[in-house]
């Protein structure tokens, strides 16, 4: 792990995802850079990589969940959807500290491998050759560690549409950003009500409460549209 200004032999972290239960939030701080997975896909030639996975694992889940009998009752559906969503997450959680502690690995190769051709040691090729292997296989294990965190969030989107009994429909980038947009905007006042998005159904009008409404949250906002920690 490497945060910029800050030694890296410096650098303790406390594995909280060893303890803690699995979430959307901890995959979403454990997941591959995307702009590193976009230059290892550049870099490594990947011909086979998805962009639309995200997509067709949201559409595979909410068709699963269709087919399901959910339950009714307010605790018994939430430890249904909560279990749910650990099994889906569960995976990539663990593809990613994988690959975390492999791209360790290959950052200390590689600071071995720089030392040792600076001194000029006659081990330096071997050394080198080890680091070129490191980053390769860390290389691989972050790309399938975006593969499955691309899973889980798409799973996990349909997952939360259900559990809110909202309605599945196919994720709409330009609809959900425009939604975006509009809900940072204030909510204007028509009569004695509030107009306000929705990402689903466009504007639509409640009634206004006697104080001003806090913003709606961005877990809210995210739900509506696509879950992604992009």
């Given amino acids: 792990m490497l945060i910029e200004g800050v030694w890296h032999e410096n650098l303790v972290r406390f594995p909280v995802e060893k303890r803690a ?17 976009s230059y290892l896909i550049d870099a490594l030639e990947i011909e086979d990589f998805d962009p639309n996975l995200r997509d067709a694992a ?16 307010n ?8 279990a749910l969503r650990e099994e889906v997450l569960a ?10 502690r492999l791209a360790d690995d290959a950052y200390r190769a590689s600071r071995m491998a720089i030392d040792t051709q ?9 050394l080198g050759r080890r680091a070129n292997h490191h980053l390769n296989v860390s290389a691989r294990a972050a790309l399938e560690a975006n593969r499955l965190c691309e899973i889980a969030r798409g799973q996990c989107r349909a997952l939360t549409l259900v559990e809110m009994h909202e309605p599945w429909v196919p994720f709409d980038a330009r609809e959900a950003g425009a939604w975006l947009v509009e809900a940072a905007k204030p909510a204007k006042a ?9 990402a689903a159904w466009g504007t639509r009008t409640v ?23 992009r």
Avoid: H
């Fill in 21 to 37: 239960r699995a979430s959307y939030e901890m995959m979403c701080d454990l997941a591959p850079d995307w702009r590193m997975i």
């Fill in 58 to 73: 949201d559409r595979d889940m909410a068709q699963n969940l269709a087919a399901m009998v959910v339950p009714e009752g």
């Fill in 75 to 82: 605790a018994t559906r939430r430890n249904f959807f909560t």
């Fill in 91 to 100: 995976p990539a959680i663990a593809a990613c500290i994988e690959a975390k």
């Fill in 118 to 126: 600076q001194k000029e040691e006659l081990n330096a090729f071997a």
């Fill in 190 to 198: 028509v009569g004695g009500a509030e107009t306000r998005p929705d």
């Fill in 207 to 229: 009634q206004a409460a006697p104080t001003r409404r806090a913003p709606e949250s961005l877990a809210s906002v995210a739900t509506r549209g696509r879950l992604g920690c």
